[in-house]
């Protein structure tokens, strides 16, 4: 016996891939809130002077705070970790593997008369090497990689919810 159901295929298989489109957007998010990077974490500590940079990030701490003041709160609103592979072209066999974590903050400075939205990136190599970057990031990025899985989960749901037939006997 087949399953028999009143929506077409299309719309069910859409409904799914925007559910994992939203999951592997959020949850990368939803991690990185549950379980913080340590690292990034203390950067924004010390944006905020709670805390001393470390020796890697000191450089980039001074100017940010030099810039636009010290940080008086920080949400987080997204989080990027990835890994890369580079080969050097001067002779050396081994790859460098390039791991990068990026944590977006919307950021209110000290200096600053309106929020921002900064991005705190940490690069470490296989050897324990550690370089950080601090920069503003424009909003529309954000909104842009947020609004796309949303819209496409919300046409996905409307396309598959349950449709009563407008030719049932009363």
């Not at 500590?45 to 940079?53: K, T």
Request: a positive charge.
């Amino acid at each position: 016996m087949a399953f028999k159901s009143g929506r077409p295929i299309y719309a069910i298989v859409m409904l799914v891939l925007s559910s994992l489109f939203m999951c592997a957007t959020f949850l990368s998010l939803l991690y990185s809130v549950v379980v913080p990077n340590e690292d990034l974490e203390g950067v924004v500590s010390a944006l905020e002077e709670r805390g001393a940079p470390s020796l890697e990030s000191e450089t980039v701490v001074q100017q940010a705070i030099d810039a636009a003041g010290p940080l008086r709160r920080a949400i987080k609103v997204g989080y990027y970790s990835g890994a890369t592979k580079s080969i050097h072209l001067d002779g050396s066999h081994t790859p460098e593997t390039i791991n990068p974590s990026q944590a977006t903050y919307i950021a209110w400075f000290q200096k600053r008369p309106k929020p921002i939205l900064v991005a705190i990136t940490r690069y470490a190599n296989d050897e324990g090497q550690k370089a950080y970057g601090i920069s503003e990031v424009d909003s529309v990025s954000i909104v842009r990689a947020y609004a796309v899985p949303v819209l496409l989960f919300g046409v996905s749901l409307f396309l598959a919810r349950n449709r009563k037939s407008s030719t049932t006997a009363s």
